[in-house]
């Protein structure tokens, strides 16, 4: 077959959040996709500007449909073309995973809110690295965020009609987040159940949980093939206590940054971490199937990378520490220059 080449247009929004590293992110998390499933038939990566406007091309000997259905949940990726002559370009069907209406993740607006693009990207990294990634568009999934905030991370994988389930700390993250939630699926016209009742351990009230039970249509939820979302709002080192082990194809969570964002100081909590994730890490490993993938997005101004690495492989994990996983750093604000390292449990 003959080689074509390819330009993908970048979201507009996706240059306000990285800045000047929105392309170099982009063409890290191609990379990922082609060396995990794209079978590395990417070549010839490159950034152009096409009409005044940036793109990122590459060659390949045509895309198949399941690839351009891959290629289609690219985080910042707005449009796909080939590249004809001169400046022509040729626009390519997409065919994004996406299950949901996409407001799910764009409504709530907080201090300390994950960038949903971002979140998107953390999570496909992790997915396409984990066992469960060629089946990325065939299968119900299971993702877990351990420190889920407002839900960030769940409402991504609803989108891709995944199970998802969360823990956090802070009661008014989960207040939230339940209040936003159930109002969701009213305002959608989704069937569901919304639940939230007391945690106990030894007759002691440990946490709070909420369970959601939804159809992502009316004929799913009569039919009883429901998707089930539920966060539990407890100390994440006890995340094992809650949810079945070896039962999450991937978990995928952006950690305390460390330094106070916003009004409220939502990271007093937790002045390490490193320490808290070398805490955790246990019981979040017990919970992943073999061949899962662990992605976590972190401060490198307050953990190096280098320790990262180490509390992931003393807990059993094989970080993924070449090619494009070392090209994720990227910087935030001022005192925030996150990155991103994937690990998977043999
Ligand atoms: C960077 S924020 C994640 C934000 C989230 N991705 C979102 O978009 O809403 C880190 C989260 O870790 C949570 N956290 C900190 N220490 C924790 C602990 N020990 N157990 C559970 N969650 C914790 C914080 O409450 C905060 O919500």
Request: some cysteine; glycine content about 8%; aromatic content about 8%.
């Amino acid at each position: 077959m003959n080689t074509q080449r390819f330009g993908i247009l970048i979201r507009p929004s996706a240059n306000r959040v990285y800045a000047e590293s929105s392309v170099a992110l982009l063409e890290a998390e191609l990379e990922v996709l082609d060396r995990t499933l794209l079978g590395g038939r990417v070549g010839d990566v490159a950034s152009r500007t096409i009409g005044g406007v940036p793109y990122l091309t590459f060659s390949a000997d045509g895309l198949s449909e399941r690839d351009v259905a891959l290629l289609s949940n690219l985080s910042s990726l707005y449009a796909l073309f080939r590249l004809g002559e001169g400046t022509a370009l040729h626009p390519v069907g997409l065919n994004p995973l996406e299950r949901l209406d996409d407001d799910l993740l764009t409504i709530q607006k907080y201090a300390g809110k994950t960038n949903e693009y971002f979140t998107k990207l953390l999570l496909n990294v992790t997915l396409w690295s984990s066992a469960s990634g060629p089946h990325m568009t065939d299968r119900r999934l299971r993702v877990l965020d351990p420190m889920c905030g407002r839900g960030t991370t769940l409402n991504q994988a609803m989108m891709y009609g995944y199970d998802a389930d969360g823990v956090d700390i802070d009661g008014k993250d989960f207040e939230a987040y339940a209040g936003f939630l159930r109002t969701w699926l009213k305002r959608k016209r989704l069937k569901h159940t919304a639940e939230t009742s007391p945690v106990r351990r030894d007759r002691k009230v440990v946490g709070r949980r909420l369970d959601v039970v939804y159809g992502l249509s009316k004929e799913e939820y009569r039919s009883g093939d429901r998707h089930r979302l539920t966060v539990v709002n407890a100390d994440t080192v006890r995340a094992a206590e809650f949810f079945a082990a070896e039962s999450f194809d991937v978990i995928a969570t952006d950690a305390p940054y460390g330094v106070q964002h916003g009004a409220r100081n939502r990271e007093a909590l937790t002045r390490s971490p490193l320490e808290l994730l070398t805490r955790a890490l246990p019981g979040w490993v017990r919970l992943l199937r073999p061949g899962g993938a662990v992605g976590i997005s972190w401060n490198t101004c307050v953990t190096g990378r280098e320790e990262a690495v180490e509390a992931l492989a003393a807990a059993g994990l094989e970080p993924l520490e070449e090619g494009p996983y070392l090209k994720f750093r990227h910087r935030v604000d001022q005192a925030i220059v996150r990155d991103v390292i994937v690990a998977r449990k043999p």
